[in-house]
């Protein structure tokens, strides 16, 4: 009686474990394709590359270009792929700058300029100098003293600053109306504001003349002291440059350097962005667009949060380092990860990421396209950096005169670049993975049999001892009753991760999205890949090997059926499949 019962109750674990996931059915998989390795020269890719360029020409012959400059590139995690430039046709004739845009152009990258700082308190942490769960008035005692403001410094560790958590104020020393001159767009007045006196305010930056005098660290001390909070911290997201201006003062503090100094020594030196700088550069070397500007203010404390001049060159070389090392440089995060939500359904911070998720790209899967960005703004220039980690892509784009352009460009270039990595990537699938496997045991009668298409790759049929496994997984009810598919999901580990040999990989259910009437909580998903065992092994791993030239995937291992199947046929490729994935 006590092993029948202990068999109901195994029963029992075995479908709850497996079946509560019913009730939150993910629907396409986020990730479909290990990394893609890119050939430039690839004709998904130069088509691809070739069709954004001619976009780019029609776009720019608009008139409102006329004084804009711009340079786009877009690299991989070990080369730049491709890269665009274009040079205003009316310029600063009093100023000369450098004369045709390039790769090596100088642009100010304004907040851009903060994942570099994130960067620098990452080192420190991982270095022993500073832990991110630190209070920000441990580094910067004057924060314990009497004050007019209520800011609750006690409770705003480095991380929550580093993650526009902390709920303080957006700025300290610039966005004050009453600094309005000729080149603003709105005045006091035409909002209805009275006049008032400017006793007691700022004497530097933007309440300085011409901006020629940069605040510096007292002045933003002493102003803070004087603030009220927005939210209480870690309550609620809310950006603020004035967070990453106490970062900078926090690295100053832990590693005796000047912050430009250690950007220069830590940063940009050791990863070979020769052109980068915190220095004012020759007019020579960048790009100066007409009209009001902040080519030459010297940001002075601010420089944490938008000091940078860099080129688009430098920066493929920022992201690889990022797009190779993000999830490395400390144990204490991946620095891909959001932390917190912004105010939609697709928008979410990181450190000091801006983190866009859309399903809008790919269509025909539905399958989330996840953009990692950071984008930044000063009087004269707009920018964005872009990282698609699933596709091992890095993007810049840096603009140089009116602003209202850049969204213009990023809809071109990202759609166009993340509908180019998916065909490849999937045609990479077709090509390497897809196929037929069977045991080198005829007595075993084991084989799987792959298939790639535009959603991923799916295992079409599954023998395991003569036994068909897909079949008796549906009528065991072990996954979903109805579940149409199971996809092979990468987890981007390796059984040998010195050499990256041997990729793992998780078989998963997935289910067709409803076409009329879902219930609102249908798209409710949790992520749960590792269910089951099988004598201590994983029921659902699958390892697949590459073949002795290192081109395809010629063996798959399945630990818990204690088999290796061989490739014997690869995928036949439907004349209409490449179209069919074009439709993305």
């Known amino acids: 009686m006590v092993k029948i019962a202990q068999n109901k109750l195994l029963s029992v674990i075995t479908q709850f474990i497996l079946l509560v996931p019913v009730s939150t059915t993910c629907f396409d998989s986020s990730i479909a394709h290990p990394l893609p390795d890119y050939d430039p020269s690839h004709p998904i890719l130069r088509d691809a590359f070739a069709h954004i360029a001619a976009l780019l020409e029609i776009t720019t012959e608009d008139p409102k270009y006329d004084s804009s400059s711009f340079s786009i590139e877009i690299t991989s995690s070990k080369e730049t792929l491709w890269s665009h430039h274009h040079t205003a046709r009316k310029r600063n004739a009093t100023r000369p700058d450098i004369p045709q845009v390039n790769g090596d152009a100088l642009y100010r990258i304004a907040s851009i300029t903060k ?145 430009d100094t250690y950007i220069q020594d830590a940063i940009l030196t050791p990863l070979g962005m020769s ?191 003569s036994t068909d496994v897909l079949y008796q997984l549906q009528h065991a009810h072990l996954v979903e009753s109805g579940t149409p598919r199971f996809q092979l999901v990468p987890t981007l580990q390796y059984q040998d991760a010195d050499a990256k040999r041997g990729s793992k990989w998780r078989f998963i259910p997935i289910s067709d999205r409803p076409f009329e009437g879902p219930g609102i909580w249908d798209d409710f998903c949790v992520a749960d890949v590792d269910k089951l065992m099988y004598a201590g092994r994983v029921l659902n791993e699958a390892i697949m090997w590459r073949a002795e030239d290192g081109a395809s995937f010629n063996d798959i291992e399945l630990p818990a059926y204690r088999v290796k199947l061989t490739r014997i046929i690869a995928q036949s490729e439907s004349p209409n499949e490449e179209e069919e994935i074009m439709e993305l």
């Open 115 to 259: 994942t570099f700082t994130v960067l620098a308190i990452l080192q420190q942490h991982e270095s022993g100098n500073l832990s991110l769960d630190d209070t920000v008035d441990k580094y910067l005692p004057g924060l314990s003293q009497k004050q007019n403001g209520t800011i609750p410094w006690t409770g705003i560790t480095l991380r929550s600053l580093a993650s526009q958590l902390s709920g303080i104020p957006r700025e300290f020393g610039q966005s004050d109306l009453i600094n309005a001159d000729a080149n603003s767009l709105w005045k006091p007045e035409d909002l209805g504001l009275p006049p008032v006196s400017r006793e007691g305010l700022l004497q530097c930056h933007e309440y300085s003349p011409n901006f020629k005098t940069p605040c510096t660290g007292d002045d933003l001390l002493r102003t803070v002291k004087n603030l009220d909070p927005i939210f209480q911290p870690n309550q609620q997201s809310t950006y603020s440059n004035l967070a990453f201006e106490m970062l900078g003062l926090v690295i100053e503090k832990v590693t005796n350097q000047t912050y």
């Open 275 to 465: 052109k980068s700088t915190l220095s004012l550069p020759p007019d020579s070397a960048g790009v100066i667009p007409l009209g009001f500007h902040y080519w030459d203010v010297d940001e002075g404390v601010r420089k944490p949060t938008s000091g940078i001049y860099t080129s688009s060159s430098d920066l493929s070389i920022f992201l690889r380092y990022v797009l190779t090392h993000y999830n490395d440089i400390t144990p204490s995060l991946n620095w891909m990860n959001a932390v917190s939500s912004s105010l939609n359904l697709n928008t979410f911070y990181g450190m000091p990421w801006e983190i866009f998720q859309t399903e809008r790209i790919l269509s025909e899967s539905q399958r989330n396209v996840r953009f990692v960005t950071k984008g930044g703004g000063l009087p004269g220039y707009i920018t964005q950096i872009i990282l698609m980690p699933e596709y091992d892509l890095g993007i810049t784009l840096l603009l140089a005169g009116p602003l209202s352009s850049l969204t213009e460009l990023i809809e071109i270039v990202t759609v166009h670049a993340t509908q180019a990595a998916e065909l490849y990537a999937i045609t990479e699938l077709r090509q390497f993975y897809a196929g037929k496997f069977v045991s080198s045991d005829p007595t075993l009668n084991s084989s799987i049999t792959l298939v790639a298409d535009h959603r991923g790759l799916f295992i079409e049929s599954f023998i395991s001892n």
